[in-house]
Structures are given as C-alpha cells and as structure tokens.
C-alpha cells in the first residue's frame, strides 16, 4: 500500500529521472544523506534495478577515525495528492464432478494518496569529495566483504524527499460476489461455511485502510553509485548513466545485453531498436516453446498474466517469485497488506505451476520457467497505459499486432497497405494498435498506398519490449478461439 503509493508518486513527478520511491515505511530512518545503499542489479538490461537500504554510511566504511559528517541543503519541493482507481469484473462457470459451479464477481479499488506538502533535502556533493579526498575504503568491513563477489553496486544517498506533515495513504476496496454450487462444493470437502449476506448466493466483502505518516518520513530518494578499486581507493560516479561497482564487477552486464544501451544515439539507432527483439543478445531465449504448450495449459498461462497486468505490484511481485525460482539472485518485493500477500502468492503459484506442465505432465521442461520470466521481466518494464492495453486485448488482436510486428521488421518499418493483416483492418482494432504503439513513443501512420511507423523522441527499448511481450502472449494465443 506505502509501496504502491510512493512508485505511483514517481511516476508522475518523476517518471524519467533518477529518484527512486521508498518500498518499506520502515527503511526511512535509514535513508539519511550519505547513507550506503545497495543497489542489485537485474538479470535484463531493461530490468530497474532493486535498491535496498543498509544501516551504514559512508563514514562507516572508509578507514581512519575523523568524522566525516555530511552536510545537506533543504528546500521546499512540492504540494502532492493522488488518487488512483481500478475496477475489475469476471465470470467462471465450471463443473467438478457433480457439481456445477458458476461465480461472477465484481471489484474496485481506490488509493488516495495525500502526502501534503513535501520537502527536499540535497548532499553537499562537493564539500563529501573534498572532505574524503584522502580517505580510503574498508576492504575488511563486513558489508564490502559481503558485497565484493557479487554484482551489486554500493552507492550513497545524494537526495532524499520527505514529508513536512502528518499525511495518510488510504486504500479503500469492495468487491462483490455471487455464486451458486459454491456452497455444496465447500461441503463436499468438509469444509465448515459460514455466510453473512442477504442470502447464500451473494457476498460482499469490503475494506477501509489508511496509513498515518509522521512528518520527516522519506518517501523517494536519489544515488550516487562508487567505484571501489581493489586497493581501496574509491570514485564517486557524478555523471549521470556512469556505472559504479567493484573492480572485479566492472561490467555490470554480459556484453551481448548492452545491445540496448547502445540503441540510444541517433534516428537510425532508435528505428533499429524497434526491431531489436527480433535479432538482439537474447535471441537464444526463444519464445516458440509456448505456443507447444497443450492449449488448456496456454489458455490457463494466458489468462493468469493477462490478470497480472491489470496490478503492477502483483506484475512485480511474480516477477521476483519467477527471478529467485530461476536460481537469480533477488530481492522480493515488500507487500504490507496481508490480504494482496496471500493472493499474490497463490496466483503466482499457481503461474509457476502452469509454466511447469508440459505436454508430457508436471515434470516438463524446466526452461518454461525461464520462458515466463523473459516475458514477465518485459512486461514489468512497460508503461501502465501498455499495460491496460494488453490485458483487455483478444486473442485475435494480440496475432493480429504480433504479425504487424513481424511484417513492419521484414520490411524495415514500411509496409504496402494491403500487407496489413486483416483483423487490423478494421477501424476499432487498428486504432487500437495505434494507441498500443502510442504508449511506448512509437507513431503508426496509414495512407492510401502504405502503412509505416515513426519514432517519437524514444531510444527504443519500450518499442523493442511491446514487441517482446506482444509476441510471446500471441505466441499464447495460438489457435485458441
């Protein structure tokens, strides 16, 4: 709820910058100026990186006994307050054995968030270089010995924002149901119901909660990353996009992925990122795989992520569960509301579980776990409009696009008008590809004679992931009706 709050709070304040929101109320203490902040990196070289605060400083590991004492200049930043809400609605009608079960319900949600007016507090940089210019790094401390064999990246606060008065975040829930079968399922398993309702056909269940925040609470930060040498002398990375890390971890990621940090300069560079997906470092990573799946399993997949993608923070948390069922190293996602961690654990199960079932039963190809994680990993990367897109899209758009998709990369982003596939052809379904292609920055045009799509001041990697993700659900999606 506090998590959810704070990244929404970034997004709209911040959505291309630096700060970072704070996922734990309780980790604001911690995030004082110069404090020592791990950053980890992600599998992908579109993941974020996971940020998780320490106890320490920077004082506290350099060698030598002087005090080094930061210092920070505050100022007003601004007046904040969101709302944000969703809905959702479905219907399940299914027979288990004798018992026919049909269940439709209706939800919403509303998170009010009102921080009021926040300040913003910024670490004398020059005065930290000047007055630890001579200093050297503990390389015996028990945090950098923790640290210096994996890829993690020590860095320090540098800015921080913080409440200037008591605020709240309120979340507000209802959801609906009603059923019929349900009951004389529940007994069939010896289950002991009972209902508070109008009748036993209908429940609703409904749910008020609201966090008081304390003034001086932290709710999003900014780093600057170091770069420890083996000897312990240390650099602080002061441009931004430098890369900091230990002298062994000098390179964050596998030369084959930085082909989309190298897709950034130029109109030629950000039109071949459009079609990266198709020919870029991980196409060792094939999709295909999913569309071998049995089609109850593929339905099954296809609706449990389509499902995620209306909730970000469940998107996120499944991602994680997917990250550490792989064997990468990760850090999980905090999730204070018990209700949302008890249904974020089922349904990421039960995705784990589908991805494990195969056409020869649940012991199949392990690799569909990683599968899953490729395409979750990209979808988590796109904006919410995206998002909300994919989620609602039928199956026949979601072929449609990734066909598109295939013939705009064949031809280099220029296509005769009769290449386009027919369900797009419609009006609704091509403008709903157009608002598709809108929200990562990419322009489709139509004419009489052709069809074509222009960039739109984007370095490409948002277009290279709705590829990704649209190919893999079509891949899903395929001869379902």
Not at 194 to 215: A, Y
Not at 269 to 282: I, L, T, Y
Not at 305 to 311: M, P, S, W
Not at 314 to 331: G, R
Request: contains cysteine; negative net charge.
């Amino acid at each position: 709820m506090f998590s959810k709050a704070t990244a929404n709070f970034i997004r709209q304040v911040d959505p291309e910058g630096s700060l970072i929101h704070v996922s734990r109320v309780n980790d604001s203490h911690k995030l004082l100026p110069m404090a020592v902040v791990i950053k980890r990196n992600r599998v992908w070289a579109w993941q974020r990186p996971k940020y998780q605060p320490t106890d320490f400083t920077l004082a506290d590991l350099l060698q030598g006994d002087e005090v080094l004492r930061p210092e920070a200049n505050e100022t007003e930043f601004l007046t904040y307050k969101g709302t944000y809400s969703d809905e959702c609605s479905g219907k399940l009608d299914t027979t288990a054995g004798p018992v026919s079960v049909s269940l439709e319900g209706l939800g919403s949600s509303k998170l009010e968030s009102c921080f009021g007016k926040l300040r913003k507090e910024e670490l004398d940089v020059k005065k930290l270089l000047k007055d630890s210019s001579n200093r050297l790094m503990d390389m015996q401390h028990v945090l950098v010995q923790q640290l210096e064999k994996r890829s993690e990246v020590l860095t320090v606060v540098k800015e921080r924002i913080l409440t200037a008065e008591p605020c709240s975040v309120t979340l507000t829930k209802t959801q609906q149901c009603s059923f019929q079968g349900v009951l004389r399922l529940l007994g069939l398993l010896g289950s002991l119901v009972k209902v508070c309702g109008k009748d036993e056909n209908s429940l609703g269940v409904d749910s008020d909660v609201s966090l008081e925040i304390p003034p001086g609470t932290v709710i999003a930060y900014s780093t600057l990353e170091l770069e420890i040498k083996k000897n312990g002398r240390y650099d602080i990375c002061l441009q931004p996009r430098t890369v900091g890390g230990f002298e062994s971890d000098s390179v964050p990621f596998d030369d084959s992925l930085n082909s989309v940090d190298g897709v950034c300069n130029g109109r030629r560079a950000r039109e071949d990122a459009f079609f990266a997906v198709f020919h870029s470092g991980w196409q060792e990573m094939d999709l295909s795989p999913l569309a071998d799946l049995p089609p109850a399993t593929r339905r099954d997949l296809m609706e449990k992520l389509q499902d995620a993608l209306r909730d970000r923070t469940t998107l996120s948390y499944i991602q994680s569960a997917l990250e550490e069922s792989c064997d990468y190293e990760t850090v999980r996602d905090p999730i204070a509301d018990e209700e949302e961690t008890v249904t974020r654990i089922s349904t990421t199960m039960d995705l784990m579980e589908t991805c494990r079932v195969s056409r020869d039963g649940p012991t199949g190809d392990p690799s569909l776990l990683d599968l899953a994680y490729l395409l979750v990993s990209a979808m988590a990367e796109l904006p919410d409009e995206t998002l909300n897109i994919l989620s609602n899209s039928r199956h026949d758009f979601l072929a449609a696009f990734d066909v598109l998709m295939l013939r705009l990369k064949a031809s280099r982003g220029t296509l005769p008008i009769q290449s386009l596939p027919a369900p797009l052809q419609d009006n609704q379904a091509f403008q709903r590809a157009e608002q598709l292609l809108s929200s990562v920055g990419v322009a489709l045009r139509r004419d009489a004679e052709q069809l074509r799509v222009e960039m739109e001041n984007t370095d490409g990697v948002l277009p290279m992931l709705l590829g990704l993700s649209a190919h893999g659900l079509a891949l899903l999606c395929t001869g379902l009706c």
